[in-house]
């Protein structure tokens, strides 16, 4: 064979081979790219099965406890009972919710209902201070004061330093007429929170059934100096008593 077919023949040979290597590359390249595409349409799917599962609609769920308290604050005590039947088809032994159940019937002033609810809390969850608290403020409304200071005695075993729970265990005492235990538990209350409002309040009170009228007006005038509001009806019961003294210029 001539040196010049020979040559043009190797160069044949050597464009086939690469032809061939190039269309190889270029099928692999394509599959790769193929693959890829594949491989972010299945992440994409898998991403909106997450954010979708079983093709459902997205729904932003909200705390409904939240939102029963929220209720309460603002006062919309029946929307918020209306709400808690709702949550409690799906959660019937939620111990918070039928705590602020029960607290919403507090305040509509359905107080034997509310307590059924604190039964169910306290059964749910034992250690549930606030529905103990407001079990016993209930029973007190009713005027079962002994029964009350019973559950703020389980409010203080289960958090002893509850101060609420020695001013509320205190203002029944007082119902009763123990005057000096009252004192106590009053006390006891202010050493832990000494700007509580409920222990002042009631302290003046106390201090008033004890006829110990001086200490009620120096307790008014801290509770001034405190920023901390009185019931007017309590310092206008102490005024007809014993008028306020005249401080010394």
Same mark, same amino acid.
């Given at each position: 064979m001539p040196t010049k077919i020979k040559v043009i023949w190797y160069l044949c040979i050597v464009i086939s081979v690469i032809g061939f290597l190039y269309l190889a590359a270029k099928g692999?390249?394509?599959?790769a790219v193929r693959a890829e595409e594949m491989a972010d349409k299945r992440s994409q799917a898998r991403l909106e099965q997450l954010k979708n599962p079983k093709g459902k609609k997205q729904i932003i769920k909200i705390d409904p406890i939240k939102a029963i308290r929220e209720m309460n604050a603002l006062g919309k005590y029946q929307e918020a009972v209306d709400m808690a039947e709702k949550v409690a088809k799906e959660y019937p032994d939620h111990a918070r919710l039928h705590t602020w159940w029960g607290i919403s019937l507090?305040?509509?002033k359905k107080t034997q209902e509310a307590i059924n609810h604190f039964v169910v809390a306290a059964?749910?969850?034992?250690?549930?201070? %606030? +529905?103990?608290?407001?079990?016993?403020?209930t029973l007190a409304m009713?005027?079962?004061?002994e029964e009350a200071i019973a559950h703020y005695r389980t409010v203080l075993e289960i958090n002893p330093e509850h101060s609420n729970a020695y001013a509320?265990?205190?203002a029944s005492?007082?119902?009763?007429?123990k005057y000096e235990e009252s004192l106590g538990k009053l006390d006891e209350s202010m050493a832990l929170h000494p700007l509580n409002s409920t222990a002042y309040a009631m302290r003046v009170d106390v201090l008033y059934n004890l006829k110990r009228y001086e %200490? +009620?007006?120096q307790q008014v005038q801290k509770a001034r100096a405190a920023n901390i509001s009185l019931p007017q009806g309590s310092i206008n019961r102490l005024a007809q008593a014993f008028p306020e003294p005249v401080k010394n210029p």
């Open positions: 692999q390249m394509e599959e507090v305040k509509l059964k749910n969850d034992p250690t549930d201070e %606030k +529905a103990h608290l407001y079990w016993g403020l009713d005027k079962n004061f509320y265990w205190g005492l007082n119902a009763l007429g %200490k +009620a007006w």
